[in-house]
């Protein structure tokens, strides 16, 4: 799994704020909390979190860094609580030559919301 995304510039680890798209297109701010496996989004999805879209530049895996072309985002999820927001990563099993590489992806679509 990756191990930091640049947003905006800056390289953001776990624990930091990240601005996330909500399926309204409204962007909000929240604290990055981990991962959730795309084979389990369903749970997450049924126990109050929302799709999102989550813009960066980059990531990091295994210390190589991997850019993210435009127009296109990294899948998550978010929940809010109060004022406050958390957000996971979607990563997926790996693809081809990403097997030898790392067994967890991020997950790279085009821009939803």
Known sequence: MCGSLKVLGEVQKIGRPIIVIRQ????IEGVWDGFAKEETLESWLSRDWSPCDIKAEAYTE???IYDIPSGYVLRGIVRT???RSIVKVITREPWGLE???NNRWVDIVRRRY
């Not at 309204?24 to 962007?27: L, Y």
């Open 24 to 27: 309204d297109g409204n962007k």
């Open 62 to 64: 295994r210390g190589r």
């Open 81 to 83: 609580f109060g004022q």
């Open 99 to 101: 097997t030898g590489v």
